[in-house]
């Protein structure tokens, strides 16, 4: 450049001989500014632009966490991997543990925890995982915050029965299926007595003998009931009603009986104490209808005349009247030898 008169003195530019914005992007060069000339920032972040094309730093994150895409238009974030086991907490031995415990940690952030063992070298040939102590019989599922919870254990022989999504599982009877309430063994006994079994825990009860047999000779099984809130049996002279019929060897037709006015609820099959005698029963029990409580026998064996036979009998008590116990007898004597088991039966 030419000038008039003297040249000035050169002299290097400084920041206040450039206005700010004259620099545009045209004039920098590729590959002209280098990390130094970045402004400071946190240790961690890293650099991205928002909705306005102006860059942001996004925030270091957590430990383990990487960077996660939120979609165009959104700047990413660090996150914990969807899919990725994330290390929690560690725990190192020097030999003189008895436990290794991680009391912390386990809660609804994951859906799901993985503990892995190195190198472990028990002083005898067993180890074994073990959670917090809880109570014998309990299982695991988790509430509607996604928090682990115990299930209670329930009564023996109940299942686990789902309530459906958004509610935890319970132990219950297992709707549909008969369930053994108790059982007993005749040994020259007066009676056998289920005494306050028939609840409303239960819709449909069944009573079961086998092997009975009686203590004298040409008896029947006599059924009497205990209504609720009464503390003896009803054996009034009129308290029930029954029809007995019996399909038996030699005979072309059944043979039917019943009585409308009587002090017990009778078998068909006549049975005793011969060799070989004996009688197996079946009796279907409707004690809480609401109306009249109801009982249906089924009889099989061998009776006092050594014929073998089918006997069938229902009876029912003459009043309305919910019950709660049901007893077995031979028509005369004691008996002898039998089994018996009550069992009941939920609808739902």
Known sequence: MSYIGKQPAKAALTASDISDG??????????????????????????????????????????????KSQGAGSQPVFAAAGGAWNLLSTFTSDGSDATASFTSGIDSTYKEYCFRFINIHPETDDATLKFNGSTDGEV?????????????????????????????????????????????????????????????????????????????????????????????????????QWIAERFRNGQSLGTRVEDTSDAVMRGRCDFGNSTGELVNFETTIYPRTGKYPTICTRETGMDA????????????LSTAADVQSIKVACSSGNIATGNFALYGLKIS
């Open 140 to 240: 695991i599922s988790w509430d509607a915050s996604g928090n682990p919870v115990a299930i209670a254990a329930g009564t023996s022989g109940h299942f686990l029965k789902s309530q459906g999504a958004g509610s935890q599982p319970v132990f219950a009877a297992a709707g549909g299926a008969w369930s053994l309430i108790s059982s007993q063994t005749a040994s020259d006994s007066a009676s056998i007595e289920f005494d306050g079994s028939l609840t409303d825990t239960y819709r449909v009860y069944k009573l079961f003998g086998d092997n009975v047999v009686g203590a004298n000779d040409g008896v029947y099984l006599n059924f009497t009931f205990k209504r609720d809130g009464e503390g003896s049996y009803n054996t009034g002279a009129s308290d029930y």
């Open 22 to 67: 004259i620099i545009s992007e045209a004039k920098m060069a590729d590959d002209a500014i280098s990390l130094t000339e970045l402004k400071a920032g946190t240790d961690g972040e890293v650099i991205s632009w928002d909705a306005s094309g102006n860059p942001v730093a996004i925030g270091a994150g957590t430990s383990g966490h990487f960077l």
């Open 305 to 316: 005349t050594d014929a073998l036979g089918q006997y069938m009998s229902v009876g029912r």
